[in-house]
């Protein structure tokens, strides 16, 4: 089941300047990229602290994948691509942007 | 639940945790290497009226440990330069004593006890919930005994609460444990009201028959000593609020 995706009024009390939102974009971007380029060190670390921060700020999708992503990292398993691009359709779902098809 | 109730739930603890710090402004440090949430700690907690420090390393947090006085610690676990438990471990050989709420993404039971037995006093899962990390604080902040200091000095009074003594103008000054206690209570809180029902919780336990009229008995006996012995402090009653130790400058007429 998909979670509600927060409303504007919600996301003005948990992140008033919208600083938080800016951040899933460049997550989104780094991700990405890093994907592509194999930089798996760093793609964890950001996969942790969206791990971390995402469903704190309302975006409950985003956190529970990447905290799924987290745990097997952190169990040694391999980051996947099947989970990172779920990942990176959730991102560009609460940003507003189009998915791209599989 | 809906993004809306919660948000409702978080306006209605807000203000809740917002009337009940507007009597107590402390000083934290938020120990946090995500941009996100530092700043979402920090306005949150300056909403409740305290004053915030943030770091993002643990060697900046031991620095800002020893130069300031802090009230309560915020520390997340995955630090750049280290890891959190390390610093609650360092905080605590060097006798910082503020309480700590750990933050972490680590979600095993057995992370939480090896924070818990490091030093940290309470444990808190990212993501978090913002209404209850503001109640994990303010109920963190409540604990007199954890509160700063050794030695509360108000006007010409010290209590000393190594030494279990009150002194008047370098004076000791005896006093029943119960005196003492709520002494202490109150000096800790110096110039706040403290409510009626957080000095039964420090002077008696569940099992204690409390009469109706004990606390204000203690206030009263407490009030004459400190009168006999010059202390330059007044003990003042609101009825119906709680009882607030102040320097006699600071005394309403």
Do not use: C, W
Not at chain 2, 54 to 75: G, H, P, Q, T
Not at chain 2, 81 to 99: F, T
């Amino acid at each position: 089941m998909r979670r509600p995706t927060p409303s504007a009024a919600d996301l003005k009390l948990l992140d008033p300047e919208g600083s938080f939102r800016g951040r899933l974009e460049k997550d989104r971007q780094a991700i990405a990229q890093l994907s592509d380029s194999g930089n798996l060190d760093e793609l964890r670390r950001i996969v942790h602290g969206l791990a971390g921060a995402a469903g704190t700020f309302g975006f409950a999708e985003i956190g529970d994948i990447a905290i799924e992503i987290d745990d097997r990292s952190v169990a040694g398993e391999a980051v996947t691509p099947a989970e990172i691009a779920r990942l990176l359709a959730a991102l560009e779902q609460a940003l507003g942007k189009p998915e791209k098809s599989a | 639940m809906t993004m809306d109730i919660a948000a409702a739930e978080g306006d209605a603890a807000a203000r809740s945790d917002r009337t009940a710090a507007a009597a107590f402004e402390a000083r934290i440090l938020v120990v946090e290497d995500d941009e996100s949430i530092a700043a979402l700690l920090g306005r949150e907690l300056r909403g409740l009226g305290h004053a915030v420090d943030s770091v993002r390393f643990a060697e900046d947090a031991l620095l800002a440990a020893r130069a300031n006085d802090y009230a309560l610690m915020i520390v997340d676990l995955g630090l750049p330069d280290g890891d959190g438990l390390d610093l609650v471990r360092e905080m605590r050989r060097r006798s910082v004593e503020a309480p700590i709420l750990m933050l972490t993404a680590r979600r095993r039971v057995e992370d939480r006890v090896i924070g818990l037995s490091s030093g940290a006093d309470d444990y808190l899962v990212k993501p978090f919930a913002v209404p209850e990390m503001r109640a994990r604080v303010t109920a963190l902040l409540r604990r007199p005994s954890r509160l700063r200091g050794h030695r509360i000095s108000i006007a010409n009074v010290v209590v000393d609460t190594d030494a279990l003594e009150a002194v008047v103008d370098g004076v000791s000054l005896a006093l029943p444990r119960k005196q003492f206690q709520l002494l202490e209570l109150l000096a800790r809180r110096k110039n706040h009201m403290t409510p009626k029902r957080m000095i039964e919780e420090t002077l008696y336990g569940f099992d204690d028959d409390v009469s109706a009229n004990s606390i204000e008995a203690q206030i009263s006996k407490l009030r004459r000593a400190l009168k006999a012995a010059g202390a330059g402090v007044a003990l003042e009653t609101r009825r119906g609020i709680g009882y607030r130790l102040l320097g006699s400058s600071q005394a309403p007429n």
